[in-house]
């Protein structure tokens, strides 16, 4: 397979500034997954890669070779569409055997290849259909098995289970990990999806505005986000993000959003104090990070259960301290009706802050008291509920 590595992509479309400086090196057989809203410039970097977009400057290297300049036929990179592309005139045999007719291929190697690639995908049985008698996913997954059939050094696949319903696209994120592990194709996969992102990516490249705002695996991204894009991107539901005070009384360190406020340890204050944070300062806490109490206790403040969301296993609930929202991840039942007062306090572990006016991470974190010793990375918290 290959490595890719793009140094200094710009990109313009009219006075649009579309990709902006990227940098950024995709190993061998590795799944790198590009996520960003709409517009942020990721599938036109994947088509740059493919060769169907040219660049204003820059390198586009595979295996350490400039192909920026090679047609898109000619960079041995295979591309899969959302739309399927298929041929609808072929049945499901010659839409996978087109790629490999046009190379010249063997008949006997046509035939060993396609019958390969159409029962590793599932499809060997259907053959002979036409695509007008294909469901949504067959169709993909033809689409897929037509990029597969040549053994490209690369796979490129811009969103193509966006348009499968929900039930579908938790089939196809499976067989498309079985895919990569089996093949050890380098790929890249767009999408805006963060549940597609997590689920298949071996690093996250996190994009905005035609700029890389963050690379890193699924856990670095969701535990360490680097501004407040990222932490507000990744995450269902989002970071609790407000703007707030640290301030100092009776040696702890208080932390104000709007009329409540909650104790944190001296240590964070120190913490901050070093990074010189001024008052532009942002707290951001995950659902997972507000903990919930029935009963008043130290550290708690008093909240009223707003909105509750259930999710089988897990209940989203907002909770309104003051004029603030805070949202909670709590265990399902726990809250039973809107209007419902419980306490609540932040966990310090998961408080990330964040400078306003940039909106840059300070990389300040308070490891768990169990975890100081070890110095592991504070794990991702499924349970916030203290009983």
Known sequence: MAEIELRHIDKHFGPVHVIRDVNLTVKDREFVVFLGPSGCGKTTTLRAIAGLEEIDSGDILLDGKPIQNLSAADRDIAFVFQNYALYPHFTVYENLAFPLRAVGTSKDEVDRTVRSVGKSLGIGHMLNARPSSLSGGDMQRVAIGRALVRRPKALLLDEPIGSLDAKLRETMRVELKRLHFENGSTSIYVTH???????LADRIVVMNEGVLQQVGTPTEVYLYPANLFVAQFIGS????????????ADGTARI????ASFELPRELLGMLQQKKAGTDLSLGVRPEGVLLSHDSKAGYQPAEAHIIQPFGSFDIVDLKLG????????????VTKAGTQVWARIDPSQAHFFDTKSGASLDIRLARDEERSRDVPTPITRQNVEL
């Open 193 to 199: 999806d963060q549940v597609e992102a997590m689920s």
């Open 237 to 248: 539901p989002i970071m609790n993000i407000s703007a707030t005070r640290i301030s100092e």
């Open 256 to 259: 104000a959003l709007d009329s």
């Open 323 to 334: 004029e603030k929202t805070l949202r909670a991840r709590t265990a399902s039942g726990f």
